[in-house]
């Protein structure tokens, strides 16, 4: 399977890669090429430039909470139809789960894609040494083939010439091209990152400036030869857990509404397709516009996203709460992550200590804090069947959030939904009863496909 692709990689975080990435893209579909984007690692935010600026979902891979194998199919399914593959890495290219553990790393990544990787490097106050960096990182793993480099925030052409010259006598492979210094192509963060594109408004300046600058700065001709340069990849057939396999017998596909607007925007693509694969249409609602859930419904999926930002305006929307307490009191199967579980607290405390009324399902209030609650890689287990897992089932996921969970009610219905493993095992997480599960822990489906399989079982008998 021929499928032309680049990792761009990054020596650390922060180096600009989500801006290289961005700019090659909006580049490449300038040059009139289909551009698939995808991201190495679990973030969510990222995906969604890529989006804006290919037209074509972006997805996410990640060899620590999918099997690498599952991931080379993902991609595989993900790049059909599209004429070059650019994947944007994560952290540092050998930064993964742990210090001695290359697993969620972009380097373990391009192995498992055998993809050819352009490493950028902030050259700011930077001259020969460069050259040192590069053949540090070209030599740390021999397996992992860096065939580019791209420089960024150059001071001047004089600047680059200095780098470029010392990389290439010493290195043996090409400087594909370089960005100036520019805030202007910087783009705003706030505490879990960039801020996503759907609250940016229009973007069709920022990315046209962004891929003049690109296509000004680097060699696009130069960056296809390095894709085309990647082997051939053998088709995989897709195993059953991710193969179309309708659930049920019923004529017409069970509807799944998913939470999608400002507040709610963080999903993993992949793990709405194995809904869709397995018979569900996802029938999307904004708990911040509208007055209620869509018509029909036999579940509920509130994925993560900014809830704090918007607090003001979900707490003013009275119908849309009721709505779901309305399809909780009947037995509707409702799935929250995250920013989700925020939603269906009692109440969301900003930082100024002002208190907003969410949808008031779960036993405690969520108060924001400056401090970061909690970030990385998490396995969990069932501590007892829920709507997704039978108890003792796992999954895996990833976590991050700067909020904090405040006990004001004793709910006998409600349990601790997980048991987490590993580096915090033994931590409860989450809260479950009947029809209802929601954590602060994203999971990827892809990690337990029968995940997908239960929850739509349960929404069956809802239908």
Sequence with gaps: MDIPRIVIAGTHSGVGKTTISVGLMGAF?????????????????????HTVVTGRISRNLDTWMVDPNVNLELFQKGATGADISVIEGVMGLYDGVSASDERGSTAHLSKVLASPVVLVVNAESLARSAAAIVLGYMHFDPDVRIAGVILNRVAGPRHYEMVRDAIESKCRI??????????ELEMPERHLGLVPAGERGDLSDLFKKLAARIAEGIDLQELIRIAKSAPKLQPVEFPPTLSPIPIGARANPVRIAIARDEAFSFYYQD??????????????????????????????????????????????NEHMKECIRAADRQGIPIYAECGGLMYLSQAIIDLEGRSYPMVGLLPVK?????????????????????ILMNAGERARGHEFH????????????????YIFQGKKEGREEGFARDNLLTAYTHLHFASNPRLVDNFLKRCNQKA
Aim: charged share 25%.
């Design 29 to 49: 579909r300038q040059k009139g090429f289909t551009v698939q984007g995808f991201k190495a690692g679990p973030d969510f935010i990222d995906p969604g430039y």
């Design 174 to 183: 090409p400087v594909v091209g370089w960005l100036k210094r520019d805030q």
């Design 271 to 316: 793990n709405l397709d194995m809904l869709c694969s397995r018979g569900a249409e996802l029938v999307e609602f904004s708990p911040l516009r509208d007055p209620g859930l869509p018509c029909d419904v036999a579940g509920i999926y509130i994925g993560g996203g900014f809830p704090e930002v918007f607090a003001a305006s979900l707490a003013a």
């Design 366 to 386: 969520v108060k924001m804090q400056k401090r970061l609650a909690a970030l990385g890689y998490v396995e969990v287990i069932a501590r007892e069947d829920n």
């Design 402 to 417: 700067y909020s904090d969970l405040i006990k004001v009610d004793v709910d006998p219905r409600i349990h601790r939904a």
